[in-house]
């Protein structure tokens, strides 16, 4: 057997997933030597990393430029929350939440000393996500209504929070124009209207009564909810089927509020899934992610959300697959059927791969099997590094935009900063924590960062942002 001589900055992936500083590869040096050339894309340094923080900051300045903005990809959207809670806001409120392919709605009850919630998921089907808005709203509105009565709460009409996890430009606190559909929807003729109002439309055509308070990124939510118990919180990061980030920023760099004069602070929705759509990560992006960006139903746009989050890190890692195994290097150069269709290497596959510690790949080679592919140890190693180096570059590759959000809400009278997050990808897949804490450090020396995961951003910080506008509406007619 072969052993790989230690090479830090790439073999590390191996040894880090299997705990063995053995990583087994049979073979010889030829074949080492050109997997590593193929994976080598992936590897991103700290040096890489501050670049890629730097660049994101001059989106941002970009996008909260008044006369930048329009060309801007990184949005940057004032969302009109002022206020972080202070823990006592109280009362029950609706939340609806919409940003993959499960709609919730909620019941979200604030009382002294706790959050009582009460929830229903609803699977929204792919006919839905592609069809026409008003079938998609429709759809909502039914789901609302169900909810109601199943709560014995007939037509009763609660304050609600709207989370929509999508690209919207805010026009005020409840009002926003979806800029661009993301994440796998396209539900026709969207783009370009409030969402609320169309939530409005359906809900009076399906005769359900509803009290929007406030219109809600998901991020947002989850920078909340973080906030209600943590007054350090100042970003929320969403590392899920999409990524994007949120902050507290002073009103006075927000070029683009429109806003109440007085106001000092907002939370601005970063939208930095769009950051690289106009080629400013291009240097970085491989063939891999080309060919997903080409097969999505958003050409051309979220180019660094399609590097990193959970819709896409499955795809890319199948596509390093096929191309290992038409230059022979995996599978013996035999592929399936299976591992050839986009998509059907699942994201999911990836984080049960980097989960499986045990020496023989055992629930690695099941994946592979079920795939119908015939792994023999030394693939499972392979696939093993391939998923582990995509996944690790997605990590890097957020940390470094944290990193320098991180920096920009950090100053004396900080001296700690919790970043809330949520996601699926970072809650399940083991890397993520790991490698954005460690790589945190590193990127942003001497400042007390601490990871905090947010429980239920989307559906109790919806709640909390329309609870924060009732509270701060009231004081004022007070
Ligand atoms: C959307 C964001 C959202 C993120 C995480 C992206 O595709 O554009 O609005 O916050 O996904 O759900």
Redo the contacts with the bound molecule.
């Keep these: 057997m072969y052993q790989i001589p230690s090479q830090p900055e790439f073999w590390d992936s191996a040894s880090v997933i299997t705990k063995d500083p053995t990583p087994i590869i049979e073979g010889q040096s030829e074949k080492f030597n050109r997997v590593k050339s193929v994976l080598e894309p992936f590897n991103i340094s700290l040096e890489m990393m501050k670049d890629i923080g730097d660049r994101l900051t001059a989106e941002m300045v970009k996008g909260l430029d008044k006369a930048t903005h329009a060309e801007a990809k990184v949005k940057m959207f004032p969302t009109y929350v002022q206020s972080l809670p202070d823990g006592t806001e109280r009362g029950d409120f609706f939340a609806l939440d919409l ?1 993959g392919s499960n709609f919730r709605v909620l019941l979200v009850q604030l009382l002294e000393g706790e959050v009582k919630m009460e929830s229903k998921t609803y699977a929204i089907a792919k006919e839905i996500m592609v069809g026409t808005g008003d079938q998609l709203f429709d759809y909502i509105a039914d789901c609302l209504n169900e909810f109601k009565t199943e709560q014995g709460l007939g037509n009763k009409s609660l304050p609600l929070g709207f989370t929509f ?3 919207c430009k805010q026009l005020s606190l409840k009002s926003g124009i979806l800029v661009t559909w ?2 796998g929807f396209t539900a026709a003729g969207v783009e370009g209207k409030n969402v609320v109002d169309l939530l409005m439309e359906a809900c009076k055509r399906r005769g359900v009564d509803i009290d929007v308070i406030a219109l809600v ?3 947002t939510g989850t920078l909340m909810s973080c906030a209600y118990t943590d007054h350090n919180a100042y970003v929320g990061l ?1 590392l ?5 980030a949120c902050y507290m920023e002073d009103v006075n760099k927000v070029g683009t509020w429109e806003g109440d004069g007085n106001a000092r602070q907002t939370i601005v929705n970063m ?1 930095w ?1 769009a950051f690289g759509d106009d080629g400013v990560l291009d240097d970085i992006r491989t063939e891999y992610d080309r060919n997903v960006d080409e097969t999505s139903l958003n050409r051309g746009k ?1 180019q660094y ?1 399609k590097m990193i989050s959970g819709m896409y890190l499955g795809e890319i890692s199948r596509q390093v697959m096929v191309k290992l195994v038409q230059s022979k290097l995996l599978f013996n150069g035999v592929s399936s059927k299976e591992l050839d269709t986009p998509g059907k290497f699942e994201t999911r596959f990836t984080t049960d791969i980097e989960n499986d510690k045990s020496n023989n790949g055992t629930d690695v080679a099941k994946i592979l099997t079920d795939l119908n592919l015939k792994p023999s140890l030394e693939d499972i190693e392979l696939v093993r590094v391939i998923c582990h180096s995509v996944a690790k570059r997605a990590a890097r590759l957020a940390v470094a935009g944290l990193a320098a959000v991180t920096k920009r809400v950090q100053r004396d009278d900080r001296p700690e900063v919790t970043i809330g997050i949520d996601g699926t990808l970072y809650k399940k897949h083991p890397l993520f924590k790991q490698e954005m804490e460690e790589m945190m450090k590193l990127l942003v020396p001497g400042v007390k960062v601490n990871f905090m995961l947010s429980e239920d951003g989307s559906g109790k910080g919806a709640a909390l942002i329309a609870a924060v506008a009732c509270r701060l509406h009231n004081n004022k007619v007070q």
């Excluded at 899920?240 to 994007?244: H, K, Q, S």
């Design positions: 940003g996890s999508f690209p993301t994440k990124n998901d991020t969403i899920g089927t999409g990524t994007n939208e899934g979220q959300e």
